[in-house]
């Protein structure tokens, strides 16, 4: 095999499940069409680094460390660009040049279409059998199978809970086909349970479950009673299990559980969602009694993360009957009992919207922002429906602040891209503080459902006349290519991993453009091609697009950022100039000169620039505010920077980084309480971040609080044993 083959890589950011599936499916590829393999397993979420499940030559020979994996991944295409190719040549073009495939599918076994379905279980099966497994964890899977294979019917239940709703980022998240209430399970098992003519076992993550569910069902087994796992770690147990749960006949669990759908995979068995053998008068009297429960009973919860996840079914079941008003008393009075959990603001806020709750929306941010929300779609979320309610009150111009964040955050968001083409198309978003993009390529991305999301989502203000309706909305899928440096991350190398780019590159390949607008789709070409990483045709087709038409101010901005990747500063300042020259009303123009200026190491002009474009007050993008505070603070003026970084952390607070840059900072202005105050806020979210965490200790010791700095290490040192930082820092304050 030549050296430049590619290989392929195994990895999932998931637990056992996910993780177990994607290196089944990668073994399988790598069988069938006799590819190298190579495996990254994470060594966090508890699963240690591989060698508790697998044989030892076998994790020497294929798993790979961080470094590793990540040098591969710059060089790596995602399965799913692939997945559909129509010949076998043709999907090993992609591994060639040293080029890799990541596969991380979380269920199923692949198959490409031209391959035999037949075959390519047989070779899956044949993977399975043969997995290199722990010496320990084999035997015990052989008795195992002893046990569960003697011609009695096995029915598994698998009720997933875990993670879901205790740790931290995955309880800010809403998982309703992996997370399913008791009430539901309890009417299956009711219905369900044979009895002595078959072997039931219910299989949980969380004792309590297992606990109060064999008190109802005496005839219940549980995972303890029919395997001795005493000898094994925690991480065997789990792959144990799982392996007793393919063993299987039938194994009801949640729909989308990589767990139990892995051991389905696996095992080959009969698989049924839980909810869907539930009567519908049995479904809606478990979810009233969930809901009541919800109401009158919280202390039945074991915890904030569980409320949430059962606060999920109770919005679907209110609203669909009729009492949304039901459901937002029913949120409120757990947010205003202290729950803090990101989609649970979103969803209470989205509900609110659509009850006429305009003011209490408004009311209730507080209530948000004194916590957190980790992740970036409920913030989105909260901030979009905020700034409709503020649109509702006649509040436009701080709607318009809430909703540009929300588009900053998600700007391809359904909802969210419909309502900034809804703005654009009536000029509330214009030249001076919006992006810009070429319309005729607008054109070539026609936004499909417009109709169904104004339907959806905005019958309101449009039945108010405060959106109108009445032409054609542009998409602005357009504008996130043309401004990658401007959203909340550089899109660019996400898009290049998935193949987006280069699905664009051969759409617009196969059309002919005529005459006058020629020179537009050939510098949009240019631009996707410069986004592929191809700069040789992206400078074929930019110069073209120029000399054809050198009075379009776009086509010299999307030639400066070539020059600039190019390290051609002071060409790509020039081209800059020119497209500000055509076109100066485009604020967006001006803050990528700056950003150009910023990377070339001219900070002080481009803090004069971008600081100046903040006090215009039309641009208000996140990612602007956080350019001009990188800018003011190269250029010595601090006080500046803190001031701008702080209406941009206000706007998208979710980056831990820029809350360290904001701390650091207001230190060095001699603001030591101002500082706490903003770490204490990030490290409800962020403390696992040592930055962070070194520099509230180093405050607490500078206020001589010594003792509260060691107490603060001592609580994250036994949350993250891993963090040695953590560590070190304790032992040195152990001889203050």
Excluded at 83 to 111: A, C, R, Y
Excluded at 153 to 177: C, E, F, K, Q
Aim: charged content about 25%; glycine content about 6%.
């Amino acid at each position: 095999m030549s050296d430049q083959q590619g290989k392929l890589i195994a990895f999932r950011a998931d637990r056992m499940g996910g993780r177990l599936i994607a290196l089944l499916n990668t073994m399988r590829f790598a069988r069938s069409f006799d590819l190298p393999f190579v495996v990254h397993w994470r060594d966090s979420d508890g699963l240690g680094d591989g060698t508790e499940l697998f044989a030892e030559n076998f994790v020497r020979d294929h798993f790979i460390d961080k470094p590793t994996y990540q040098a591969m991944k710059s060089n790596a295409t995602a399965i799913g660009t692939v997945i559909h190719s129509s010949t076998k040549e043709q999907f090993l073009d992609n591994l060639k040049g040293g080029m890799h495939v990541l596969l991380d599918p979380p269920f199923d076994v692949l198959k490409m279409p031209f391959e035999d379905e037949a075959e390519v279980h047989r070779t899956f099966r044949d993977v399975v059998d043969t997995l290199p497994l722990n010496p320990d964890l084999a035997r015990h899977l052989q008795a195992l199978r002893g046990k569960l294979r003697d011609g009695r019917r096995t029915v598994a239940y698998h009720i997933r809970r875990g993670d879901l709703t205790s740790d931290l980022r995955a309880m800010n998240r809403a998982w309703p086909n992996k997370f399913v209430p008791d009430e539901l399970f309890e009417a299956h098992i009711r219905a369900n349970l044979d009895g002595a003519a078959t072997r039931t076992i219910l299989f949980s993550d969380n004792q309590n479950v297992l606990d109060r569910y064999t008190r109802m069902f005496p005839d219940l087994l549980t995972f303890d009673r029919i395997a001795d796992t005493g000898t094994l770690t925690e991480v065997q147990r789990d792959a144990l299990e799982l392996f007793a749960i393919s063993l299987s006949d039938l194994i009801v669990a949640p729909p989308s559980s990589a767990f139990s759908s892995t051991a389905k995979t696996i095992g080959g068995g009969d698989f049924r969602d839980v909810e869907s053998e539930i009567t519908p008068d049995a479904r809606h009297a478990a979810l009233d009694l969930l809901a009541s429960r919800l109401k009158d009973r919280p202390d039945l919860f074991a915890n904030q993360g569980e409320i949430g996840q059962y606060l999920v079914y109770a919005c679907e079941h209110l609203t669909k009957t009729g009492r949304r008003g039901e459901f937002v008393d029913l949120a409120r009075q757990h947010i205003n009992s202290g729950l803090n959990i990101a989609f649970i603001y979103a969803m209470t806020v989205r509900e609110m919207f659509f009850d006429g709750q305009y003011q209490a929306i408004c009311d209730l941010r507080p209530a948000v922002d004194r916590g957190f929300v980790t992740f970036q779609r409920s913030y989105a979320q909260i901030a979009l429906y905020h700034g409709l309610a503020l649109l509702m009150l006649g509040r436009k111009a701080e709607a318009m602040e809430q909703i540009t964040s929300a588009f900053w955050h998600e700007p391809v968001e359904g909802e969210i891209n419909a309502l900034a083409g809804l703005l654009r198309s009536q000029g509330d978003y214009h030249d001076g503080n919006f992006w810009v993009t070429d319309t005729q390529i607008e054109q070539l991305f026609p936004n499909r459902f417009i109709v169904d999301h104004i339907k959806t989502f905005y019958t309101a203000p449009v039945e108010a006349g405060i959106l109108s309706f009445d032409k054609m909305i542009p998409t602005n899928r357009v504008m996130v290519w043309e401004w990658p440096d401007f959203t909340r991350s550089d899109l660019r190398s996400h898009y290049r991993f998935r193949g987006h780019f280069r699905s664009i590159l051969r759409i617009l390949e196969r059309r002919s453009w005529s005459g006058d607008i020629k020179p537009h789709f050939d510098s949009f070409t240019g631009m996707i091609a410069l986004r592929e990483g191809d700069p040789g045709l992206a400078e074929a087709l930019l110069m073209g697009a120029i000399e054809a038409k050198p009075e379009v101010a776009l086509f010299h901005k999307r030639l400066a950022e070539l020059r600039h990747e190019q390290n051609r500063h002071g060409e790509a300042l020039e081209a800059m100039d020119r497209a500000i020259a055509l076109d100066p009303g485009v604020t967006i123009f001006r803050a990528m000169r700056g950003l150009f200026q910023l990377r070339a190491g001219h900070a002080p002009g481009a803090a004069d620039l971008l600081v100046g474009i903040i006090d215009e007050g039309q641009l208000q993008f996140p990612s602007v505010y956080f350019l001009a505070a990188d800018a003011a603070r190269d250029a010595g003026r601090t006080a500046d920077a803190v001031r701008i970084l702080e209406k941009g952390l206000s706007l998208a607070p979710l980056n831990w980084r820029r809350q360290h840059a904001l701390a650091e900072m207001k230190v060095k202005l001699g603001d030591a309480a101002g500082a706490g105050a903003v770490l204490d806020w990030a490290l409800q979210w962020a403390d696992d971040h040592p930055p962070l965490v070194m520099l509230k200790s180093d405050l607490l010791v500078q206020a001589g609080q010594v003792d509260e700095a060691r107490a603060f290490l001592e609580r994250l040192m036994i949350r993250y044993p891993d963090k040695t930082q953590y560590m070190r820092r304790h032992k040195k304050l152990a001889k203050l």
